[in-house]
């Protein structure tokens, strides 16, 4: 130090106190504060004359502004605590003896820090407990890193699984009612893997083009699609699968767990991801089109292939291989051939339909990724032609039908999946019983045999269908059914699923109805009269005159959307009954199946009624067809054979109802894991049920139904033709056996989207085709075979039922001209030889519904059947823009149209 500099200027008052004072004045702190910092203009320069440290006033105000706030920003907190003289700093205030600090003593302290500000320091109300965005983000990283931590961990201990030992599936065994077995099948055993190199390029880029476009490129995942899947499961939505080739190939060939789960998905991705780093794209490929299912019991393309076009893999076309990629999406509802046994929503019609989008999208997207030119797409326009879905042996002849059933009956009506099906290892024992298969088979191979010759008549003879199915009624068990030909060479199941319509084999229907509910009152008003109704007897009267004109239940007129009225047609043209009302009794006119009498015994009962008596019999409501139009009563609908068996089989039980079913008990690996429960229901009273029983047997005793007598056997049944002579039944009962048969003609090329029924006036040499004729005879054979050696029993005797009403006025009252003009003579029992078909009025051609497309001359509307022989017919159901039922019956008249069928 200078000598020359100037001593500090002493305390005055001397003494240690004022020492200690001048110490504690002169620091706030660790430290003294500068000078400058004090405030004072003398501060900035000495009092002894030396040279300033600074140029000008400005720079030491600028230097003391410097150290006033950095000295003060470090020292706020202890300035505001002790006081004292020059404690300056945000909170301490002027420093000095007088300044704000003094004599406050120590200040609260500062808040701690935590790792975790939560709830938040310093914040009140709500906002105390909204996280600050530091912490957001440093939770969903640590979440992250964690994710990342366990991921990683778990993608180091899998492995690559063995692909044949999680492909390796068995088959299932179908026993016969007897328990011995019927077929093994339904496993991966229709598969024949093939190398990448006999796989077509067509197929490879179909596939990515329908499924995975950057497959080549891409690492075994695809983030977003697998994000999505994950959130859509967690949500409880709908789950989706593999999005990328490699995770459907590890899906299908590498995970024995098939669940969508998210645990199964977490490991379907990491196993995915390994499989993309360490397995070549085209053992990928290769082994997603050798594994995936196509539908038609074919597991790999080289056995898909064979079962749609009946070639190797390698010979396939472009077409061909978008079509086999579309399948690959869910053959169950792109299949062509329909697999409505599992779903009735997968009919012929739309699996077609939707089959051929998706083949088109497909082949439209190959050529946007440029893997097929323009021109070639020009020449696929429709499906390429596809061979029949069967081509095992051991599936030919009924088996091929007995198991379709079966194994819908366990879809629909089990937890059991397709897919678990496919995975095989179930024992399913069904109701089918093996001699009564055989001797319904047998018994239409016979009338063929004997009847039809499509050399002599080709015409005539070619394209008949014949269906029937037999029900055990004490619980409904369905013991035998005819599906057609062979599985192998006709694939639609004729006994589940056709689309004929059932005609006069709906009356009993009508008949119950009336007996149960009732005739309403035309007296009494709408409301009034549903409740008070009067219930008939069989013996009631009702007009059987040709050309009738309904009426509704109040005796008005019953005209059509157009304002037509409609006169009811018979068979023949013929009236049936005493002039000149012709008046005929409900068990004669059911005798000779008139139909004038039970279409306004069913506008009087009214048609809701007789769609109820239908349903609680055993019908499926989707099966009944122009439930609002009177000729609903005469049999439009197109149920199937199983269940018309099903539904007479509740007249033999005294109105006990039982659903038909093919399945007793399905076992996995020894133990049972499900079994049937019949549970009967009361369709109808004892004594309506035994009364139609009773109507019915006069069909048969004395009636159209005599060629279906048996020797020392009671049998009651129907006869029923349709319009155009385009279908013929026979459905009949015993007390311990309900079959039913149908017979129709329809073109047999079965990849055609619409095929429409065909007239059989000629068939078999025979003027027209009804109930009577070859239906009854199939049953008659059958029958007098399935109960060879079981002893015949009676049905129980019908108690009196009902009122006798009568729907006429006295046969006395004069006729009008108009009814003089319709009269007909005395009906005869056989056929016109002059027309083959009756004659419609000079006022119109058309069905029965306005909504029909129709030649209008005027007047009125004319029914009628276009029918033969002594059998009631029907008129033509309603168009589809009339009734959304399916009149096609593909879903709609099947036993298994739903989930509980």
Known sequence: MSEHRR???????????????????????????????TGSPSDSYDSGGEDRPFGSRAEARRAAQRSSTSGGRRRAADGAGHGGHSGGGRRGGPGGPNGPGRGRGRGPDPYKKRIIDYPRAGKYGWARWVPSWKLVTGTFIGFCGSLMAVAGVAYAMVGVPDVAAAAKAQNNVYYWANNKPMVSTGGETNRQNIKYEQIPKAMRYAVMSAENKKFETDKGIDPVGIGRALFNMAKGG???????????Y???????????????????????????????????MAGYLNTAYYGRSSYGLQAAARSYFGKDATDLKANECAFLAAVLKGATYYDPAGQTAIDPAATREANTERATYRTNWILDEMVKDGH?????????????????????????GQIGYLVDLAKGYVINNTDITEEQLRQGGYEIHTTFDKKKVNDLEKAVKKVRKENLNTKLRPKTDTHVQFGGASVDPKDGAIVAIYGGESATKHFTNNADETGAAVGSTFKPFVLAAAM?????????????????????SPDSFYSGKNKLKIKTYDGSIWKNDKGKEWLQTNDDDASYGTPPNYQVDLREAMRVSANSAFVQLGMDVGLDKVKKAAENAGLRPNSLTGTTFPSFSIGISDPSAIRMAGSYATFATSGKQNDPFSVRQVEYEGSSVWKHKSEAKEAFTEQVADNVTDVLKTVVEDGTGTSAQLDGREVAGKTGTTDGNKSAWFVGYTPQLSTAISMYRMDDDETKKSRPFLEMYGTGGQKTIHGASFPAEVWHDYMEQALKGTTPEKFPEAEPIGEVVNDLPSPSVTPTPTETEEEQTEPSTEPSETETSPSPSASETCGPFGNFECEDTGGTETGGTETGGTDGGVTSSPTESEDPGNTRGNGNGGLFGGSTG
């Open 7 to 37: 001593k500090p200027p002493q305390p005055q008052g001397g003494g240690r106190a004022a020492a200690r004072r001048g110490q504690t004045g002169s620091s706030s702190g660790r430290r003294a504060a500068p000078r400058s910092a």
């Open 250 to 284: 590890v899906k299908n060939a590498m995970l024995n767990d098939q669940s969508q789960t998210v645990s199964r998905k977490f490991k379907e991705l990491l196993v995915s991801i390994k499989v993309g780093r360490k397995v070549p794209k085209e053992e990928v």
């Open 516 to 536: 149960q509910d009732g005739k309403r009152d035309p007296e009494l008003g709408e409301s009034q009269a549903q409740d008070e109704r009067t219930k008939v």
């Open 238 to 248: 709908e789950t989706q699968g593999g999005s990328t080739i490699t995770q459907q």
């Open 372 to 396: 097929l030119s323009a021109s070639e797409r020009a020449e696929f326009k429709d499906l390429p032609k596809l061979q029949n879905p069967r081509s095992s042996s051991e599936l030919g």
